[in-house]
């Protein structure tokens, strides 16, 4: 007997899992993959940045996976709303979600609120033409940015800003972000790392990508990426990657500016502690401090401030440190970490310790938000192992429960499959070959949402 299984979620996760379970025969399953927006593919699409086309070939592979016997997709489906939890759980033999780490996490200083302080995250969505985010308003007229924070995402963050119209005009970013961009009169994008260049997340590809921008100068204060004693040690301890990214740096830091329009500022060890406004609630600077670095016990450095602040006007501040899972409700939850418990995959009751039965969870919701696309498919890889030993055992009785897609025809929910998807995406293809761009996203849903039913 075929097993029903659903993924909530398509993300890169929810296809990687949905190709482990597809591509076996030991057990026989279907998968049915949701997913709350109309188009699939998760980060792959509104989060990777529009000059980094190349990431996004791994769709390929995802749309392999769509075409096996066996997979089914729904887009535009909310599942809480238009499919409850015991919906599911009386549809299908198994549940994962990939629901991946939907918001931002927060910094808990003061004037974090004001207006033109914006999570990373969002901005990141906007230009991506993610569809609840294309209204978003940046206050571009800033003349120096602040970007907190020296993960990828930060990086993603002040490369576009610092990106020329024309370098922007050749990918596929979302045409308002392309026109609002267009104008922008910023001159300044500052990344401010609380730790030093040994300890920050990005990795070495993407910053050497920002000395290669066409339109900016890269910055970097000598006495910022000199490293101490304890760094120094760490450093000689680490991975090539590492040493080649501090030597980047302090590469940069003898740079010659060349003039360009804008400058990027790399700083370290510094920790913004306040947002300062101005009497309209705008933001008009931020407060750093300047931190020392000190050997936790268990081995890691952490950045403790010094009496050493500094003041510098800003006129728009992105946060962008890190994601944060958000609760699925009637799933456990660990709100320290922001993820679901779990065991290898399998969803852990917190009272019991026992796993939930039928219930699994795959990708940054499982672990939390780290590593590039590819670590989510040793993710997928462990989680379907669970399910498929789970279904091996025979210890799940199986569920006759009706079709889910009925259930949301029934509803009159419309929601979208793999080949309506694929027919507007050849429309986005279509029109980007017409302007030399890999794609022209279609960011309003009523432009492409089918009919009702
Ligand atoms: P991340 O890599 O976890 O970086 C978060 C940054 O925020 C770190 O520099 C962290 O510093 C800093 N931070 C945290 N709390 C802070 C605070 N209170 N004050 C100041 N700084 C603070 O997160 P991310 O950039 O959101 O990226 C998420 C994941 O996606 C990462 O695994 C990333 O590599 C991946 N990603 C990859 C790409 C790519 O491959 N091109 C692009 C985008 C994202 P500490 O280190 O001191 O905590």
């Known amino acids: 007997m075929t097993a029903r299984i659903a993924i909530v979620g398509a993300g890169p996760t929810g296809f990687f899992l949905a190709e482990r379970l597809l591509n076996q025969t030991d057990v026989p399953v279907a998968v049915d993959l949701f997913e709350r927006l109309p188009a699939p593919y998760g980060l792959v699409r509104y989060g990777v940045a529009p000059d980094h086309e190349k990431i996004r070939n791994v769709t390929r592979a995802f749309d392999r996976t ?17 499919l409850s939890l015991d919906d599911l759980r009386a549809c299908y033999d198994q549940v994962c979600f990939t629901t991946g780490a939907q918001t931002d996490r927060r910094m808990g200083i003061p004037g974090e609120d004001l207006r033109n302080s914006h999570p990373a995250t969002e901005f990141v969505a906007w230009y991506n033409g993610h569809p609840e985010f294309r209204d978003c308003t940046f206050h571009l007229g800033a003349r120096r940015v602040a970007v907190i924070g020296v993960g990828n995402v930060a990086v993603d963050v002040a490369r576009i800003l610092c990106r020329t119209p024309e370098e922007l ?4 970013i979302a045409d308002h972000a392309l026109e609002a961009l267009a104008t922008s009169e910023v001159e300044e994008v500052m990344l401010l790392g609380r730790r030093g260049p040994v300890q920050a997340a990005f990795t070495t590809p993407e910053v050497k990508e920002l000395g290669e921008l066409a339109g900016a100068d890269v910055r970097v204060r000598p006495e910022e990426v000199t490293l101490d004693p304890e760094s120094e040690i760490d450093l000689a301890a680490g991975d090539e990657a590492t040493r080649r990214k501090v030597e980047i740096l302090q590469a940069y830091a003898h740079r010659i500016p060349t003039g360009a329009a804008r400058t990027l500022t790399l700083r370290f060890l510094v920790s913004p502690v306040e947002l300062l406004g101005d009497d309209t609630g705008a933001v008009r600077a931020i407060r750093l401090v300047r931190n020392a670095l000190v050997r936790n016990p268990d081995g890691s450095l952490s950045a403790r401030a010094t009496d050493v602040a500094e003041e510098i006007p800003v006129g728009l501040v992105f946060r962008s440190v890190g994601y944060r899972g958000v609760p699925i409700p009637g799933i456990p939850f660990d709100e320290k970490r922001g993820v679901v418990p779990n065991a290898a995959g399998r969803v852990l009751d917190p009272t019991t310790g026992a796993p939930l039965p039928r219930t699994y969870v795959a990708g940054w ?8 696309i590819g670590t989510n498919k040793p993710c997928a890889a462990e989680t379907a192992a669970a399910m498929l030993e789970d279904l091996r055992s025979g210890s799940l009785s199986r569920v006759t429960g009706p079709d889910a897609m009925d259930l949301l025809r029934e509803r009159g929910v419309r929601y979208l499959t793999f080949p309506e998807w694929e027919s507007i995406r050849s429309t986005e293809e279509a029109r980007g070959k017409a302007a030399g761009r890999p794609r022209v996203k279609l960011v309003d849903p009523a432009e492409y949402l089918p009919s009702p039913i």
């Open 66 to 82: 769509a075409a096996r016997p066996g997979f089914r997709y729904a887009g535009h489906v909310n599942i809480g709303t238009d």
């Open 365 to 372: 919701i499982k672990r939390g938000p780290s590593g590039v």
């Open 169 to 172: 005009a050749s990918t596929d």
